[in-house]
C-alpha cells in the first residue's frame, strides 16, 4: 500500500522558513517522479513543485521559484520541499504527491495517483 506522509508545517511568521518532509513507502520510491502541491483557504488544488525520479530535473510554479527548493532522497525514500521568505500567500494545507508515470516532472494534478494528508503552513504575524 502506498502510503505518503508529510510533517514539518507549523506557523512562521513573514520572511521565515520551513522545510516539509514526506516520507513515503509502499512503492519503489526512486522510481517515480514526486511533487508538491498546496490548497488555501476557500481555493482549489495547486501545484507548487516537482522533480524527476533522480532528482536532477526540478519545475516551480511562478509563486515558488526563487523561494523554494524540492529535493529528493531516494536512500530513504524522503522528498522534502525548503521553503524561505515566506509570505502570508503561502499559508495553505500542503501536499506531497506520487506521480503515476515514471518520467519528467509533472504538474497537473491529473498525472498524480498518490497523495499525503496534508501538513498546515501558516505563515502570520
Known amino acids: 500500500e502506498v502510503q505518503l506522509v508529510e510533517s514539518g508545517g507549523g506557523l512562521v511568521h513573514p520572511g521565515g522558513s520551513l522545510r516539509l518532509s514526506c516520507a513515503a513507502s509502499g512503492f519503489t520510491f526512486s522510481m517515480f517522479p514526486m511533487g508538491w502541491f498546496r490548497q488555501a483557504p476557500g481555493k482549489g488544488l495547486e501545484w507548487v513543485s516537482s522533480l524527476n525520479s533522480r532528482g536532477g530535473a526540478t519545475g516551480y510554479a511562478p509563486s515558488a521559484k526563487g523561494r523554494f527548493t524540492i529535493s529528493r532522497d531516494n536512500a530513504n525514500d524522503t522528498l522534502y520541499l525548503q521553503m524561505n521568505s515566506l509570505k502570508p500567500e503561502d499559508t495553505a494545507v500542503y501536499y506531497c504527491?506520487?506521480?503515476?508515470?515514471?518520467?519528467?516532472?509533472?504538474?497537473?494534478?491529473?498525472?498524480?495517483?498518490?497523495w499525503g494528508q496534508g501538513t498546515q503552513v501558516t505563515v502570520s504575524s
Open positions: 504527491a506520487k506521480s503515476e508515470g515514471s518520467r519528467g516532472i509533472p504538474h497537473n494534478i491529473d498525472e498524480y495517483d498518490h
